[in-house]
């Protein structure tokens, strides 16, 4: 009887065990399609900076090359 009652008690640890390596498993699935997620924005996100970087050259520049004109006209 005794031999049941700790057969009983380890089916249900293992089931434990089994339950809980199921929810990580998702979990770690979940985090991992976040993960990939997270990275693409990231992706999109450092060249949309990449573009606004290379606009602000192009302004300073503009912004120069009109200094330097007004410069000239007025000296």
Request: hydrophobic share 35%.
């Amino acid at each position: 009887m005794e031999n049941q009652t700790n057969i009983e008690k380890l089916n249900t640890k293992v089931s434990q065990v089994l339950q809980q390596f199921n929810s990580l498993k998702s979990e770690n699935e979940n985090l991992r399609n976040e993960l990939v997620s997270l990275k693409a924005e990231q992706e999109v996100k450092s060249q949309e900076i990449e573009k606004l970087v290379e606009d602000n050259i192009l302004k300073d520049l503009e912004i120069e090359e009109i200094a330097n004109k007004i410069e000239s006209i007025l000296g």
